[in-house]
């Protein structure tokens, strides 16, 4: 009930900030062609955010005959805990990251990247994929997905609103500020629709994967490399789907914890172990 809730959440503030875009630029009819764009969006959020977010990272789909090592481990734990067999992908990339993405468990995708099959031990990569099941059960993919479509939009529109936007000379001094404004202020709301649903959802699927594997220090363990290994390799990533990783990737830019879309892996580790951070290694 409480996801429901806050999907019906996020397409509803979509809206809102597309109809918000489209008076800023263009009044009524820049409103109406807004409520169009919207409601092409939420149907495009719901129905195909999970096949958006593995294109953006070029993930393939592998066989069990291809990738036995992952295969063996999801299988085992699905049947454990009465969840379907998810699909899984493989992102052609060295560094070490992995993503859970679909509308529900029945439709639900698991995609991890060449980096970190060769990075950790068969332990840890167990808990790192008990880890994005734990989002699958958790019913936290939905919302993570559309996050990142309306965080995609909301930026596009931005940009494609300051470009376009702002040419009637009776709104000569108005539009302009507007649409610098939106130019400002779309990337952030893009990013605190991200805040909200990211990280106590990663503490949570810390747990549910910590849980599932019984093996709370396998999962700190693969953590601790891949915050090492991620930061000498890093994944560039979108600011819109920043959010789907199991750790923080490259976004281009620092601009601190404020707009960080994950918990302090330190933090999370100490969650796990129980230890304080600064005895961890």
């Not at 807004?34 to 096949?51: E, P, Q, R």
Request: net charge positive; glycine share 8%.
């Amino acid at each position: 009930m409480g996801n429901t809730f806050k999907t019906a959440f996020l397409l509803t503030s979509l809206t809102l900030l597309l109809l918000a875009i489209g008076r800023a630029f263009g009044g009524q009819n820049g409103m109406l062609l807004a409520l169009g764009i919207a409601a092409v969006t939420n149907f495009v959020a719901y129905f195909f955010s999970d096949k958006i977010a593995l294109a953006t990272y070029r993930a393939q789909p592998v066989t069990r005959e291809q990738l036995p090592r992952v295969y063996e481990v999801v299988e085992r734990m699905t049947q454990r805990i009465g969840l379907p067999m998810p699909k899984i992908y493989v992102i052609p990339t060295d560094s070490p990251n992995a993503f859970a993405t679909g509308r529900n468990p029945a439709h639900a995708s698991v995609a991890v990247t060449e980096g970190i099959l060769n990075l950790l031990n068969d332990e840890e990569l167990a808990g790192v994929l008990a880890h994005e099941l734990g989002h699958v059960n958790n019913r936290d993919i939905l919302i993570s997905s559309i996050a990142a479509t309306i965080a995609g939009a909301i930026t596009f529109l931005s940009r494609f609103g300051f470009f376009f936007g702002g040419d009637d000379r009776d709104e000569r001094r108005g539009g302009g500020i507007g649409a610098l404004l939106m130019l400002i202020l779309a990337p952030i709301a893009a990013m605190l629709i991200q805040l909200a649903v990211s990280r106590s959802r990663e503490y949570q699927a810390d747990a549910t994967g910590a849980h599932f594997t019984g093996n709370p220090y396998a999962l700190a363990s693969a953590l601790a490399k891949l915050d090492a290994y991620s930061k000498r390799m890093p994944l560039v990533a979108t600011p819109s789907t920043a959010h789907l990783f199991i750790v923080q990737p490259f976004l281009g830019m620092s601009l601190g914890s404020l707009f960080s879309t994950h918990p302090p892996i330190a933090k999370r580790i100490e969650r796990l172990t129980g230890r304080p951070a600064e005895f961890q290694q």
